[in-house]
């Protein structure tokens, strides 16, 4: 299934999502900053949602506003983005670029507590307990995987160093979207817990997905190496190919912050080197333990191919 299709699937609940958050804003900022900030955020970033909104199984019995858990989804998604980018706004990638733009680079950090602000506001008017404690922990350990991934950066060689720091910033919020889902459905605990696991992983594989299409992009490459990111593609490098002269001259390079030499080395190697069926089998793996932890896991087809689709990003 192409992404198109995935977003077609969910068009109406998405739109819902998006208006509800442009709402809030417009609310408490004005209509100008309202609309420009979500013009720069299409639903076809709404992955979080997707993910929730594929979790609740039967929409019309939820006990919950599902567009609005989406919205406090795609909030923490958007503080997490601001926290970790106060670059100069030209080299803002992708969706940070247009952030920065309406935001302005000294807002960043003020954007950022606000979104998180609104979305603890939104849980505490819905009321439910497990959905506030489930996106508290979420909230924890994006934080924890942010603080991580800057104290390691993209020097790291260490393959559970990565993993930590990818479970942390990108698998716990995807599974706590699909928690959700589960949580509005009124499911028992084994559903849920079942529920974690398949976001958990889901996540990590997307967010390898999401490094390998980086690495694949010169342009994109430096800009995340500038941005000290950590890089399954490059820790996996740095990881099983150690003792290679250039291996120790790109550490050189990143430690010495010579970025752009760092950037043009890492990727003629990535290019040499064997290292993208790795990062394949990788994301074969996380799927697999998806999948494997539902009872049901045709449920989630379509997300299962969004790592086969090359227009998204975490």
Same mark, same amino acid.
């Given at each position: ?78 503080? +997490? ?179 752009? +030499? ?22 074969? +793996? ?6 494997? +932890? ?21």
């Amino acid at each position: 299934m192409r992404f198109e299709q995935i977003l077609g699937k969910f068009q109406e609940e998405l739109r819902e999502t998006r208006e509800f958050m442009i709402s809030h804003v417009t609310r408490d900022l004005g209509t100008i900053k309202g609309s420009d900030a979500f013009a720069a955020y299409p639903t076809s970033q709404f992955l979080r949602s997707i993910i929730l909104f594929s979790s609740a199984t039967d929409s019309r019995n939820t006990t919950l506003p599902l567009s609005q858990i989406a919205s406090v989804l795609e909030y923490l998604h958007l503080a +997490s983005k601001l926290h970790r980018h106060i670059p100069q706004i030209d080299e803002f990638r992708r969706l940070n670029k247009e952030i920065a733009n309406w935001w302005h680079n000294e807002l960043s950090i003020l954007a950022g507590d606000y979104f998180l602000s609104i979305s603890f506001k939104i849980l505490t008017q819905l009321g439910n307990m497990d959905l506030l404690e489930l996106i508290s922990n979420a909230t924890r350990l994006i934080s924890q995987g942010q603080v991580l991934e800057i104290a390691n950066g993209s020097g790291t060689s260490s393959e559970q160093i990565y993993f930590e720091i990818a479970g942390n910033k990108t698998g716990s919020l995807a599974a706590a979207a699909a928690v959700c889902g589960s949580i509005s459905d009124n499911s028992e605990m084994i559903v849920r817990d079942s529920y974690y696991e398949f976001g958990f992983q889901l996540g990590i594989a997307l967010q390898i997905h999401d490094d390998a299409q980086t690495c694949a992009n010169p342009q994109m490459l430096e800009y995340a190496l500038r941005e000290n990111k950590t890089l399954y593609p490059i820790c996996c490098l740095l990881n099983r190919f150690p003792d290679q002269l250039e291996t120790r001259e790109l550490l050189t390079h990143l430690h010495e912050n010579h970025i752009q +030499s760092a950037s043009q080395l890492a990727y003629r190697m990535l290019s040499q080197l064997a290292i993208m069926p790795l990062v394949e089998q990788e994301i074969s +793996s996380r799927l697999q333990k998806a999948s494997s +932890s539902l009872s049901k896991p045709d449920q989630f087809e379509h997300l299962m191919a969004l790592c086969q689709s090359h227009n998204f990003s975490v």
